[in-house]
């Protein structure tokens, strides 16, 4: 099956700096990778996502690259915020239908991302 | 537009008590439905999914069942709960072709 890794666990960045999350995984089949915000004791919210046929997303300060040759995708989010501050998952979809996810995500274990103001 | 149900928000229950957990999907037909669990500092592990009524597919073999008794119902169940059965649990949707997962407000379930 699919395994997800990310890097790193825990990331300190500057209010206004910029942050890099990255993923990795195994499943060459894998064709959909959205990205989760998960605010303390919330529910995951999907942020942004790109699909295989496409290098590169982006969505005002976020973005998301991918490697399909690599086999890695990075969430880059520019001149942070304090309200940035929350854990980020990247996942992974190999399903059997068109896009992909009928048969679920697997998750990275999640970045901690801190803005220090 | 589409929304999620999920209840019970918080959960104490002893070990050995049985459990159910009910998710519903509403503004939408046929979709697909699944429990991930949440431990405590973890990512999000894939429980169950299902892309029918009464279509149930196992991730990890567990003290736990899933069943979907209505096209928009999902169901988490156990008989007798364990300790390790602890963390939040998410029950999500999505439509199939369209990849993505819309979760639920999830579940924080506690086994004293």
């Known amino acids: 099956g699919e395994n997800v890794e990310q890097h790193p666990s825990t990331l300190s960045v500057q209010e206004g700096d910029s942050a890099v999350i990255k993923c990795t995984y195994s499943?060459?089949?894998?064709?959909?990778f959205p990205w989760y915000k998960q605010e303390l004791g919330k529910r995951p919210q999907l942020i942004i996502d790109?699909?295989?046929?496409?290098g590169e997303k982006k969505d005002q300060r976020i973005a998301v690259t991918l490697n399909k040759t690599a086999k890695h995708f990075s969430l880059h989010i520019t001149e942070t915020q304090p309200e940035d501050s929350a854990v980020y998952f990247c996942?992974?979809?190999?399903?059997?239908?068109?896009?992909?996810?009928?048969?679920?995500?697997?998750f990275g274990k999640g970045t901690h991302l801190i803005i220090q103001p | 537009s589409q929304t999620i149900h999920q209840w019970p928000a918080t959960l104490v229950q002893p070990v050995g008590s049985p459990l159910s957990l009910e998710c519903t999907v509403e503004?939408?037909?046929?979709?697909?439905l699944y429990w991930y669990r949440q431990a405590a500092g973890r990512g999000l592990q894939l429980l169950f999914y299902?892309?029918?009524?009464?279509?149930i597919s196992s991730e990890v073999p567990q003290n736990l069942s899933a069943s979907r008794p209505q096209d928009r119902q999902f169901i988490l169940s156990s008989k007798k709960l364990l300790l390790s059965d602890s963390g939040f649990y998410l029950c999500?949707?999505?439509?199939?072709?369209?990849?993505?997962?819309?979760f639920g407000q999830g579940t924080r379930l506690t086994v004293v």
């Open positions: 299902s892309v029918g009524i009464g279509q």
């Open positions: 790109i699909r295989s046929n496409v």
């Open positions: 503004g939408t037909s046929n979709p697909n």
């Open positions: 999500a949707w999505g439509k199939d072709g369209a990849a993505q997962a819309f």
């Open positions: 499943d060459s089949a894998s064709n959909y």
């Open positions: 996942a992974a979809s190999s399903g059997v239908y068109s896009g992909g996810g009928a048969d679920g995500l697997t």
